[in-house]
């Protein structure tokens, strides 16, 4: 069990165009879901925290307006990169827990985003 | 059977211990190996990536069994500080199209 998943693995778009990104948790509902962005040098850095059905909270430098992110059930968290530009593109990870107090994060595999 | 399985632990080990924890993956077409270390409720770090020879970074130790599908994380001389959990990550394919697999992570708890 614990298996996430993301869609798409690999998407592909011109410049001022929006992306969405699919996060789901297949056998398990997750309370909380995050998003992380990854640098060339594969460190990780989180972008927002949301737990179902509330807004996300951003962490510091990344702009909510530009980076939507919705966890709208148990089991679906969207991130949707709005007016995409050449440095959006990036590895984009998520990760999902169970509840909000575990410690555990079961991680998806990642959606490469390339922006023309 | 899972891609990518490691023991959750928790490994409670006391300080100036040495440790070690297994990362077996299924795919033997498996290109990477890497180790990242979280603490909680943060991002995961890397740690240090695994090479076929086995490498060494300070205290740390990291080596990879192809045959038995397994990468092993030894740390030595533990600190207070290592507490955390340790995620194994497995990338599959090709620098161009390329999948990360990632182990659910083993907890470690550092004892004085």
């Known amino acids: 069990g614990a298996v996430v998943s993301q869609h798409p693995s690999w998407v592909i778009c011109k410049s001022g165009t929006s992306v969405k990104i699919e996060c789901r948790s297949l056998?398990?509902?997750?309370?909380?879901m995050f998003w992380y962005r990854q640098f060339p040098k594969q460190s990780l850095m989180l972008m927002a925290t949301?737990?179902?059905?509330?807004?996300?909270?951003?962490e510091q430098g990344v702009e909510k307006d530009k980076f939507l992110i919705n966890h709208a059930s148990l089991t679906l968290s969207t991130l949707t990169v709005t007016s995409a530009h050449p440095e959006d593109s990036s590895f984009y990870i998520c990760?999902?827990?169970?509840?909000?107090?575990?410690?555990?994060?079961?991680f998806g595999p990642g959606t490469r985003l390339t922006v023309l | 059977r899972k891609e990518v399985e490691q023991d959750p632990g928790p490994f409670n080990v006391p300080e100036g211990a040495t440790v070690a924890f297994n990362c077996t993956y299924s795919?033997?077409?498996?290109?990477?190996f890497f180790w990242y270390r979280q603490d909680c409720r943060k991002e995961p770090k890397l740690l240090m990536s695994?090479?076929?020879?086995?490498n060494e970074d300070g205290r740390f130790t990291a080596q990879l069994n192809r045959a038995s599908q397994y990468i092993s994380l030894l740390i030595r001389d533990s600190k207070l500080s290592d507490s955390a959990t340790y995620l194994c990550?497995?990338?599959?394919?090709?620098?161009?199209?390329?999948?990360?697999?990632w182990g659910a992570g083993t907890k470690l708890i550092i004892k004085p």
């Open positions: 990760s999902a827990s169970r509840t909000t107090g575990t410690d555990t994060q079961y």
């Open positions: 056998d398990f509902q997750a309370t909380t």
């Open positions: 949301s737990n179902e059905g509330s807004k996300a909270t951003y």
């Open positions: 795919n033997s077409a498996s290109q990477s």
């Open positions: 695994v090479y076929s020879s086995g």
């Open positions: 990550v497995v990338i599959l394919g090709t620098d161009s199209n390329y999948q990360l697999i």
